[in-house]
């Protein structure tokens, strides 16, 4: 079993919609990311935050939001995606944001765009 | 920048067989590399890591060894099972401290 959670672990949503995704870690990593994974592609980084601060914004368009509540919570906000955004959204965390510190990733979110 | 790229593509073997993934990186200058399993739909399992000063880390039936100065990795599967059939992706950090992840490869054991 994964130690990082995410939900939902599918999601339709319309191109009008707006929806969160939802990650959760309890091992006290100070470090989370969010990442994209399309079909049979390696993942790509979308956003890092480090002890709640962003820290990395891979140039994502801006229907993508972040949102780091607390040390434990990561949110991504979507509102008017498009057919192409529809992929694996992984979350991952990590002890530090240091060159160390291996990342421990969530089973992700299947979501599509219609 | 980073690229990472994993030969083959793709690794049909029968049961039992030993087998060697490999790993190849255009920067030596890493921080770390992470060996990965990913299931169909499913997100990552960390299966080893090995920091820049390390030579190899095994766990299991895995071993995975670096060599930094040529930018290689691989990764040994001893007596493969049908239940490590999965995507194994290599991951390098480096640069920013940003992770790159390579294009994987598929691994099939047949019974």
């Known amino acids: 079993d994964t130690e990082v959670t995410q939900t939902p672990k599918h999601l339709v949503m319309g191109m009008t919609n707006k929806k969160s995704l939802k990650c959760e870690q309890h091992m006290g990593h100070r470090a989370m990311y969010w990442y994209k994974q399309k079909a049979k592609k390696p993942p790509e980084l979308m956003f890092v935050?480090?002890?709640?601060?962003?820290?990395i914004n891979e140039s994502v368009p801006s229907r993508f939001s972040p949102e780091c509540p607390n040390s434990s919570l990561l949110n991504l906000h979507l509102h008017a995606l498009q057919p192409e955004d529809s992929a694996l959204y992984l979350c991952a965390s990590s002890q530090e944001w240091a060159q160390g510190s291996p990342l421990h990733f969530g089973n992700g979110t299947r979501l599509t765009v219609t | 920048k980073q690229e990472v790229t994993q030969i083959p593509a793709a690794l049909s073997v029968p049961e039992g067989e030993n087998l060697v993934l490999n790993c190849s990186f255009t920067d030596s200058a890493i921080y770390n590399l992470q060996w990965f399993r990913q299931d169909p739909g499913k997100g990552l399992t960390s299966l080893l890591l090995?920091?820049?000063?390390?030579r190899e880390q095994t766990s299991g039936r895995l071993n995975a060894s670096l060599d930094k100065s040529s930018g290689r990795s691989t990764l040994y599967i001893a007596a493969s099972q049908p239940g490590d059939s999965a995507t194994y992706l290599c991951?390098?950090?480096?640069?920013?401290?940003?992770?790159?992840f390579g294009t994987g490869t598929r691994l099939t054991v047949i019974p």
């Open positions: 935050y480090s002890y709640e601060k962003l820290s």
């Open positions: 090995i920091q820049s000063s390390q």
């Open positions: 991951a390098v950090r480096s640069g920013a401290n940003n992770l790159f």
